[in-house]
């Protein structure tokens, strides 16, 4: 049986904003990547739908008609993405030029191997054209072939960028590094989730300190749409064959993407094909194949006939055939085409299918960035379109150990991504200390009675997105880069945190916890290997920040939840800001303190508890208390410079016997070096 997990649902304005167009035929997130057109290195962290292919055809034709750069050559990670940069007739809008790319230029478009298509890119810099498009394993072979040197003077705009690594196991990723080092290039990188699931950064950070980035929030995307206001994202535990239950989640009357799981993962029966017949069998009654589409027609309940279309399906012409009905461009607007998808790996990155309501993915899958590319095929906004969902069924641990293991390391990255998610949904932080000298921001909405000097505000800026806080003994940035990360980068920081093994599993198991362990060390450790070159001032800001943003979201989000019932949904546009202001009110004083008391994984387990048996919430807690470690000598060190900060504040070192349990850890952390010290001059 499926067990509810309480889901958040944001509200949206659907002010329009992100769909209205300039005189120049741009909509918002493409006007702002124009605006840094001259800029040689470019970065645009834009969610999917908000138009990064078209931004890049504006600012790649600027590139070259008044930058004097000899070509443009776009990467994409697969062929299907290449019809993203077919001909568009720009003009037709308002600019003052048409984007084209001749069709034998469009590798993507053209039979053969990597090999042909090399010499094919080898002609194109002898050419006087203008544009190719290719695939990144294309460039790859043309770079190894013909030198980073062939490329200079050319625009690379590099497509869906979270696949690039700064690991030595990366070809692209070193090709970029050489050809940033070079300096003989323009690049424009695009991505909707710019981050990794292992954690291993996308470019060096000395060159991507070289990047001037535009940043367009997932809140201002969906905020500024026309029709589709509200998103759930809701995950769920189920025992046994997920099969059996999956119209609990599954209603046939939606327009839904189902990403069976994949066939090495626990949650699959090992036979992909009677997996999808169960599911057909689940919706209603077989009644043939249509013979044009291939889609498989099947009568529900209700009696309606629906048109499912299977890409689980690979033997010989089927798949392509279903494939090629569903990306038919004569149907792209025609809601009544298809009603259900079923995929294996596909149907995620670049897939449009604008009436898609509902992505239901069972198992968890390979990373967050492949989660966050299967919500943004639910994201679209059509006309009708109000609501849309994002479900993540995921099945509880059994009895035996192994699989009990590797139970856990899903549900925790199933967690890791709802807390994630959770996050980037939510309007922009805008963090200040409250000082004498505080006083309300113009254009911000401070609520019922305004802004009140002796409070610690919390303002809201509908028309930007933007929510401005007030915290007292909040510490701020002192350069422009840790500036930049406080304002844009600070989901990156909390990506790497609830990614954290360590963080996750102590902040959930470990009873023991005192939450400034994960607050201020944990987070302060991750902090410190992400943003190396900030001095300590500035990481300790960027920490505060992070813990801060993550935090608030947490309380926010209980907060709505102790409101309603428990398998009520939080929903209503001011959720969070309402959230927010009562948790504020609540405390009295909102410091940064007080919020790094907070465990960020409280509210989890919260859900957690009432969603998973009793039984399977102990095997989990056995598993992770099984590994638990003792303290680590950088663990110890850490708090024992916290403890000299201690003592400069207060005068004393903290105390092994202090009622206080961050006081006592961080005594501990003291006590621990020293019994290291005893021992090395012992040995």
Not at 11 to 35: D, V
Not at 289 to 312: H, P, S
Not at 505 to 528: A, S
Request: proline content about 4%; hydrophobic content about 40%; glycine content about 6%.
């Amino acid at each position: 049986m499926i067990k509810s997990v309480p889901s958040v649902s944001v509200t949206y304005a659907r002010n329009g904003s992100s769909t209205k167009s300039n005189e120049l035929g741009m909509r918002a997130m493409q006007e702002r990547a124009y605006e840094k057109r001259g800029e040689q290195y470019l970065l645009i962290k834009s969610p999917p739908a908000s138009g990064k292919s078209r931004a890049l055809m504006f600012i790649a034709l600027d590139k070259l008609h008044n930058q004097g750069l000899k070509q443009a050559i776009v990467v994409v990670p697969e062929k299907s993405i290449g019809a993203s940069f077919n001909d568009e007739p720009l003009s037709k809008f308002g600019f003052w030029a048409d984007w084209n790319v001749e069709p034998k230029w469009n590798l993507c478009n053209s039979p053969g191997t990597d090999g042909g298509k090399v010499k094919s890119v080898g002609a194109f810099l002898e050419s006087s054209d203008k544009v190719l498009v290719c695939t990144h394993a294309t460039f790859r072979f043309t770079v190894e072939k013909f030198g980073i040197e062939a490329f200079d003077d050319r625009l690379i705009a590099v497509d869906e960028f979270h696949h690039v690594s700064a690991s030595e196991d990366s070809i692209l990723g070193t090709q970029l590094n050489e050809f940033i080092a070079r300096d003989r290039v323009h690049v424009v990188a695009m991505t909707g989730s710019y981050f990794r699931g292992d954690a291993v950064p996308i470019l060096l950070p000395e060159n991507e300190a070289k990047f001037d980035t535009i940043t367009y929030t997932y809140y201002e995307q969906l905020n500024g749409y026309k029709y589709l206001k509200t998103l759930d994202i809701g995950y769920f535990f189920y025992a046994g064959s997920y099969a059996d239950d999956i119209l609990k989640v599954l209603d046939p009357n939606e327009k839904t993407i189902v990403h069976i799981p994949h066939v090495n993962s626990r949650e699959s029966t090992k036979d992909k094909y009677r997996e999808v017949e169960d599911i057909i069998d689940a919706l209603g009654d077989w009644q043939g194949t249509d013979a044009k589409t291939g889609f498989q027609l099947v009568k529900t309940r209700e009696g309606r006939v629906i048109k499912i279309a299977d890409l689980v399906d690979d033997a010989p012409g089927k798949q392509a055939k279903v494939s090629t009905a569903l990306k038919d461009p004569s149907h792209k607007n025609d809601r009544d085409h298809v009603d259900i998808i079923i995929a294996l790996g596909m149907a995620k990155e670049g897939f449009d299918w604008i009436w898609c309501e509902h992505a239901l993915t069972v198992g968890y899958r390979a990373s967050l960035v492949e989660i966050v590319q299967i919500i943004g095929r639910a994201t679209r906004d059509a006309e009708g379109k109000t609501r849309a969902r994002f479900t993540n069924l995921i099945a509880e641990p059994d009895a035996s150990e192994a699989i009990v293991t590797e139970a856990v390391n899903d549900t925790l990255k199933a967690i890791a991504a709802s807390l994630l998610m959770e996050q980037v949904l939510t309007p922009r932080f805008n963090f200040a200390p409250k000082t004498p000298n505080s006083g309300p921001v113009e254009g911000f909405d401070y609520g019922e009675g305004g802004y009140d000097p002796e409070k610690e505000n919390v303002g809201f800026n509908e028309k930007s997105g933007q929510l401005q806080i007030e915290i007292k003994g909040l510490a701020q940035p002192k350069s422009k880069e840790a500036e930049r990360i406080c304002k844009e980068d600070l989901n990156e920081v909390i990506t790497a945190f609830v990614q954290d093994k360590t963080a996750i599993e102590r902040g959930l198991f470990d009873e023991e916890l005192v939450p400034e362990e994960l607050t201020q060390v944990r987070m302060g450790k991750i902090v410190g290997a992400k943003f190396p070159e900030l001095d300590a001032e500035d990481q300790e800001a960027v920490r505060q920040h992070a813990i801060a943003a993550l935090n608030l979201t947490q309380k926010a989000k209980e907060v709505a939840l102790s409101a309603s019932d428990d398998d009520a949904q939080v929903s209503g546009n001011t959720a969070l800001i309402d959230g927010v202001r009562k948790f504020a009110m609540d405390v009295r004083e909102l410091d940064i303190d007080l919020i790094d008391r907070i465990n960020p994984f409280g509210g989890a387990y919260s859900i957690l508890a009432k969603t998973m048996s009793e039984e399977s919430l102990k095997q989990v807690a056995a598993v992770i208390s099984a590994k638990k470690v003792q303290l680590a000598p950088e663990e110890a060190r850490d708090l024992a410079r916290r403890a000299v900060k201690f003592k400069q504040e207060r005068g004393r070192l903290p105390s092994i016997t202090s009622p206080d349990a961050w006081e006592k850890k961080m005594a501990e952390g003291v006590a621990y070096l020293a019994r290291m010290k005893q021992q090395a001059s012992n040995g």
